[in-house]
């Protein structure tokens, strides 16, 4: 398993000096040693609203939101990303978990074609700052920004502050960055994922979170080829890729495992395909995803994990 020291964490010089041993427990406890990123993504109940929690092919135990911390504290994830009051109301009953706080979000109600998007940050770093003062085991903060949007400016001028901020406290920072408004005409093309991961560098970002690029046309490179240049792009920032809507779990950890060893990902970014899942199911699955992100292990070891029958855990 890929392990790295306490010396071997790059702190920015953006964290003051008397923070820096902070956010190296924090960067520590985010990849949980290994200086990858297992996000559970949680956010999308202001993102997606109720459709991704009750309905078909959806596992009934999602529709009561405790489920995701359930999730978050029997599996293994590097952290649980979700809103500041939806992590205030479970928090207490699951101290344990690493907890990376949205700083911003918006519905899916109002489409692009009607407006370019806008994500506003709902609270300022103090409140976050309070619930860590309280106890609350907040190691970073999340964002996103929509490129190509009208608001693209006021959402990089947000996130580059915060990053400041964060920094400055000792607390890590995962920017969302997707191209998405009437000026883009294909979101997922490999150029503007790449230039995405670039702008998440020069915010200053710790990891960014992008969506998997899909060659088109007269490009043939597979879609985690694709992603090694937005991963070099991304420089010492690390790419994750978010993963999507439920697929079978043979083919999310073939897709993993493609983008960590083909397409230079440090992570990945799973909300949907985790939590949609019974309580057991979903376990298994970050313990299979965590193999491959943490632990390296091969698709079929993976599978077998999430199958009951491989054993795999931290310790």
């Known amino acids: 398993m890929p392990t790295i020291t306490r010396d071997e964490v790059r702190v920015p010089v953006d964290v003051l000096p008397e923070e820096r041993e902070t956010y190296i427990d924090n ?3 985010a990849t949980r040693g290994t200086g990858r990123l297992m996000l559970f993504a949680c956010d999308q109940k202001i993102e997606h609203l109720n459709k991704d929690f009750y309905g078909e092919g959806i596992d009934i135990s999602d529709a009561e939101p405790e489920h995701l911390f359930k999730i978050g504290s029997q599996g293994i994830c590097g952290v649980l ?10 928090a207490a009953d699951y101290p ?7 700083m911003n979000s918006k519905t899916n109600l109002v489409k692009t074609a009607q407006e370019d998007p806008y994500s506003p940050q709902l609270y300022d770093l103090d409140a976050v700052l309070a619930m860590r003062a309280a106890g609350v085991n907040i190691v970073g903060l999340g964002y996103t920004i929509y490129l190509g949007s009208e608001y693209e400016a006021t959402m990089m001028a947000e ?3 915060l990053i400041a901020q964060a920094h400055a406290n000792g607390l890590l920072v995962v920017l969302w960055i997707y191209p998405r408004g009437k000026a883009v005409t294909a979101e997922k093309d490999p150029d503007l994922i790449a230039g995405a991961a670039g702008v998440a560098l020069c915010l200053g970002a710790d990891f960014v979170k992008v969506n998997p690029p899909k060659p088109e046309g007269d490009d043939t490179r597979t879609p985690a080829e694709a992603l090694k240049i937005a991963s070099m792009a991304a420089g010492r920032t690390g790419l994750v890729c978010a993963g999507g809507s439920t697929v079978d779990a043979k083919t999310f950890l073939t897709q993993l495992w493609d983008q960590i060893h083909v397409g230079g990902a440090c992570g990945n970014a799973t909300g949907r395909n985790i939590h949609q899942r019974s309580l ?3 376990v298994r699955l970050t313990k299979a995803i965590s193999a491959i992100t943490l632990a390296d292990y091969s698709v079929e070891d993976a ?3 999430f199958n009951g029958e491989k054993e795999f855990s931290l310790d």
């Open 27 to 29: 960067y520590l406890k």
């Open 303 to 305: 599978l077998a994990v």
């Open 81 to 90: 990303a979700g809103q500041r009051g939806l992590i205030a109301q479970y």
């Open 96 to 102: 344990d978990i690493n907890y990376l706080v949205k």
């Open 159 to 161: 996130a580059g502050e």
């Open 280 to 282: 057991d199911e979903a």
